[in-house]
Structures are given as structure tokens and as C-alpha cells.
């Protein structure tokens, strides 16, 4: 429980600052996240990066995103009513005690809610799930919106408890795999992608746009974190 909140707790003042961007740029994934830990081991979060010269790159939006509406316009996606998803994605996340916004977090990064996604690398539905895993979690069909909610979820609660509550750890193995996390020392693997996925989906997790689809609020322990915290500390 320590480290899920001081996961959550870390990555505030990213959720922030890319709430921030929204208030400048019609798009809010336009703005590129730059990052730093400091002597004191503060990670500190910023789109300015010429306000210190430590500051390094740590997401950086794809320019093919920069003309295109983000995941909350009314316009994007085409191909799913998002508010239709609402009652699965609670349910899903009820059922396998997963913060729900989380969940909305995650398919918003993986599929921008695009239920027939498929990635080059064969990765299926609104949760992206892989052959392989939507097997483990007993998806029939990958394409089928319920299907894929309940098994990426059900492998979300699956990775939270395997990292012990480290959300940061969790969403590593969902985009790398499990056993790349464990096999670097149960961190973040140093592939590009993932080093950039984290943050992403911490920062959708944290967007208060996504309170148009959320119908239940965030657990106490999240709650509990975001109410008390002033700094945010990181291994």
C-alpha cells in the first residue's frame, strides 16, 4: 500500500502539469514532459525545460498526435461511445479492485478507446492485449469491448499485486511484460517505449478531463495520498 501511494504520489505534479497544457493548447497531449531528480532525490516534472538545465526528456508526443483531437473530444474516437464503456469499465475494475480510473487511464494510452485497435506488434482491442496474455486472462475475443476490459483489468490487478502495489512497477509489465520488470531488478526496463508509457498513462490517470467518464470515485488509499501530499519522493 506504501508504494501504490507513493507511486501515485510521485507522478502528481505530472497529472498537473499536463492538466495545465490543456488550459494553453486545444490538444492536451501536445506538450512534451521533461524530467529530473534532484540531490534530495525529488523527481521534479516540467513541459519548460528551460527552466533548469537538468531537466531531461521524458515523454515526447508523436507528431502525428499533435493534429489530431485527444481522446476526450467529442470527435475522437469515431469508432466507441465512451460513456457506453462506463458500467464495464466500473464493473471490470469493481471485480478485480483496480481503481477505475486507471483503467480509463490505461485503454485512453493504449487504443484512444478504439475497440478494433490492432498494433504491429499483434497487440488487440481497447487494452491492447497480446495472443499470449488475453489467453491467460480467459479472453475469448479480444475485439469484443467487455471481453478485453475485463481481462486487461483483471491482468492490471494481477501486475499490481505481483509489484506489491507499485502502480509505477504494474504499468511497466503491462507494457514490457512482467518478466522484463523482474529481470531488471524490479524497475522500470530502460526500453524507450516503456520509460515513456509510465509517465503517459500516470498522466491520463491524473487528467481531471477524465472525470466526464468516471462514475466512481478514487480508492481511499489514492485519495488519502493526493490529500496529504506535498512532495513526491522516488526510488
Same mark, same amino acid.
Given at each position: 500500500?506504501?508504494?501504490?501511494? /507513493? ?29 529530473? =531528480? ?17 531537466? =531531461? ?6 507528431? &502525428? ?13 469515431? &469508432? ?47 487494452? /491492447? ?70 509517465? =503517459? ?14 462514475? /466512481? ?19
Amino acid at each position: 500500500m506504501r508504494a501504490y501511494m /507513493q507511486s501515485v504520489t510521485m507522478f502528481m505534479r505530472l497529472g498537473l502539469i499536463v492538466a495545465a497544457a490543456c488550459l494553453v493548447t486545444p490538444f492536451a497531449a501536445t506538450a512534451n514532459i521533461y524530467s529530473f =531528480k534532484d540531490d534530495a532525490g525529488i523527481t521534479h516534472f516540467s513541459n519548460l525545460p528551460h527552466l533548469d538545465k537538468r531537466y =531531461k526528456l521524458v515523454y515526447r508526443i508523436p507528431d &502525428s498526435w499533435k493534429a489530431r483531437p485527444n481522446a476526450w473530444t467529442p470527435n475522437f474516437p469515431k &469508432s466507441v461511445d465512451i460513456g457506453k464503456l462506463v458500467p464495464v469499465i466500473d464493473n471490470a475494475a469493481r471485480t478485480h479492485g483496480v481503481d477505475p480510473r486507471l483503467v480509463h487511464a490505461v485503454i485512453r494510452a493504449e487504443s484512444g478507446y478504439n475497440h478494433r485497435a490492432q498494433s504491429n506488434k499483434g497487440a488487440l482491442g481497447l487494452m /491492447q492485449l497480446i495472443p499470449a496474455t488475453a489467453e491467460r486472462m480467459g479472453v475469448k475475443d479480444a475485439f469484443d469491448p467487455v471481453d478485453n476490459i475485463f481481462g486487461g483489468t483483471r491482468y492490471l490487478s494481477y501486475l499490481i499485486k505481483m509489484f506489491n502495489g507499485d502502480i509505477e512497477l504494474a504499468l511497466a509489465g503491462y507494457n514490457a511484460g512482467e518478466n522484463a520488470v523482474i529481470r531488471h531488478g524490479n524497475r522500470i526496463p530502460p526500453f524507450a517505449e516503456t520509460q515513456a508509457y509510465v509517465p =503517459k498513462v500516470l498522466a491520463f490517470y491524473r487528467s481531471p478531463e477524465l472525470n466526464r467518464f468516471v462514475s /466512481q470515485p478514487a480508492t481511499a488509499a489514492v485519495s488519502s495520498a493526493l490529500g496529504t501530499a506535498s512532495r513526491a519522493s522516488v526510488r
